[in-house]
């Protein structure tokens, strides 16, 4: 059974970090693809940061390049979120989704099929 679970999130002041992590379980996690996604309150899903099965190719939306740093571990099926300088803005609830050899729309939320629980980030002072 294919099972996504995030954990890191939490509260945290504007300029504050946190790391997420996306721990994945029932599948070969090599050949998926990755992607966060965040859901604010009366906002539509958003693309954050999407990574290939290999690494090899990462994406980033506008809001948060040079700010957040995906990355993957295959050995320990984990895929993770680095996020500095965060700001009140990037508050929202934020998933993990997994797309089997996604190789191209890499952070478009319609192509994922499995999704995680979601993990709430609040950036507030």
């Known amino acids: 059974q294919l099972q996504l679970v995030e954990s890191g999130g939490g509260l945290v002041q504007p300029g504050g970090s946190l790391r997420l992590s996306c721990a994945a379980s029932g599948f070969t996690f090599d050949y998926y693809a990755i992607g966060w996604f965040r859901q604010a309150p009366g906002k539509e899903r958003e693309g954050v940061s999407c990574i290939s099965s290999s690494g090899g190719t990462t994406n980033y939306a506008n809001s948060v390049k040079d700010r957040f740093t995906i990355s993957r571990d295959n050995a320990k099926n984990t895929v993770y979120l680095q996020m500095n300088s965060l700001k009140p803005e990037d508050t929202a609830v934020y998933y993990c989704?997994?797309?089997?050899?996604?190789?191209?729309?890499?952070?478009?939320?319609?192509?994922?099929?499995?999704w995680g629980q979601g993990t709430q980030v609040t950036v507030s002072s």
């Open positions: 989704a997994a797309k089997r050899l996604l190789l191209t729309r890499l952070c478009v939320p319609s192509e994922y099929d499995y």
